[in-house]
T-cell receptor
Framework: GESVGLHLPTLSVQEGDNSIINCAYS??????FIWYKQESGKGPQFIID?????DKRQGQRVTVLLNKTVKHLSLQIAATQPGDSAVYFC???????????FGRGTSLIVHP | DTGVSQDPRHKITKRGQNVTFRCDPI?????LYWYRQTLGQGPEFLTY????????KSRLLSDRFSAERPKGSFSTLEIQRTEQGDSAMYLC??????????????FGNGTRLTVT
């Protein structure tokens, strides 16, 4: 199937470890941030989002942290599983816009 | 399945031919987006609709590209006189008109276009 992982930053972890995927953004006017997971041959799948009035949000096994001072976003995945192997994209949306802009992505490889 | 549906999944065409892709969004979503993705890159915005109105187009959307959403439901993306550089995954996404003002996009599995 199609691979979207070519030439991407790669994070390799062992099953059961915690994973941290980082994303830097440049637009200080961005007020909404989203993490997506993309498996080979599929479209991006929504994981979790966060608005700029928050600095942390938790979901099931995932946590997003937002540091507006340094314009940095991270996705933490607890107890990483082989099914978490995919490319992860952060996206940002400027206030007043309806169009998310995607970053380049990080390939997560989980070894059993 | 009530997700975003795209057809076809794969299209191989010769340079210079026209192609048309279809997207059926989630039924209660009134915003519909088209993005393009090449290998190793994140999706790049092409255009979006609110209901039947096309509200914004990217500079990436040359005059060979046209998108429609005639009844505010499904959308089509047509590429005329295809070029090898058009080879990419074309992704469709939809979202509701959110309250509060932000809501994630829900993507289909895309149409993979190969221009030979």
């Amino acid at each position: 199937g199609e691979s979207v992982g070519l030439h991407l930053p790669t994070l390799s972890v062992q099953e059961g470890d915690n994973s941290i995927i980082n994303c830097a953004y440049s637009n200080s006017a961005s007020d909404y941030f989203i993490w997506y997971k993309q498996e080979s041959g599929k479209g991006p799948q929504f994981i979790i989002d966060i608005r700029s009035n928050m600095d942390k949000r938790q979901g099931q096994r995932v946590t997003v942290l937002l540091n507006k001072t340094v314009k940095h976003l991270s996705l933490q995945i607890a107890a990483t599983q082989p099914g978490d192997s995919a490319v992860y994209f952060c996206a940002e949306k400027e206030g007043g816009s309806y169009i998310p802009t995607f970053g380049r992505g990080t390939s997560l490889i989980v070894h059993p | 399945d009530t997700g975003v549906s795209q057809d076809p999944r794969h299209k191989i065409t010769k340079r210079g031919q026209n192609v048309t892709f279809r997207c059926d969004p989630i039924s209660e979503h009134n915003r519909l987006y088209w993005y393009r993705q090449t290998l190793g890159q994140g999706p790049e915005f092409l255009t979006y609709f609110q209901n039947e109105a096309q509200l914004e187009k990217s500079r990436l959307l040359s005059d060979r590209f046209s998108a429609e959403r005639p009844k505010g439901s499904f959308s089509t993306l047509e590429i005329q006189r295809t070029e090898q550089g058009d080879s990419a995954m074309y992704l469709c996404a939809s979202s509701p008109t959110p309250t509060p003002s932000s809501s994630p996009l829900h993507f289909g599995n895309g149409t993979r276009l190969t221009v030979t």
